[in-house]
């Protein structure tokens, strides 16, 4: 599986960006194991950890950096790094494609699917 490159920007306005393999089920449900509770924030640092690289393959973040990543990141920041984790990039692609085929469709006067 080839890795996808991710940004997430900052509250700061820095755009922080990384690349990431699709999520496997083995990693989702170690994720979850190893966050240790249902919190989505624990979730997506863990997620983070085992799946961030930069462009040499290199991971960015160890289980040491969890803690820190916590105590630096607003909620904001780390919900959006989940949602980048989670959703394929040609998922979201197609996703906003087949929106603009439906707002044109209304646009004719054309009834929308949904």
Not at 71 to 86: D, F, G, I, K, T
Request: charged residues 25%.
């Amino acid at each position: 599986m080839k890795p996808t490159p991710r940004t997430v920007t900052l509250p700061n306005g820095d755009v922080f960006e990384f690349l990431s393999r699709p999520v496997t089920l083995a990693q989702r449900a170690r994720a979850q194991k190893l966050a240790g509770n249902d919190n989505a924030t624990d979730f997506a640092l863990q997620l983070l950890v085992m799946l961030a690289e930069d462009e040499n393959g290199q991971k960015l973040f160890d289980a040491g950096d969890i803690a820190e990543l916590r105590n630096s990141l607003p909620a904001s920041v780390v919900e959006s790094l989940m949602l980048q984790l989670l959703v394929e990039p040609e998922a979201a692609e197609d996703e906003a494609l087949d929106m603009k085929s439906a707002r044109r469709s209304a646009a004719k006067g054309q009834p929308t699917a949904g």
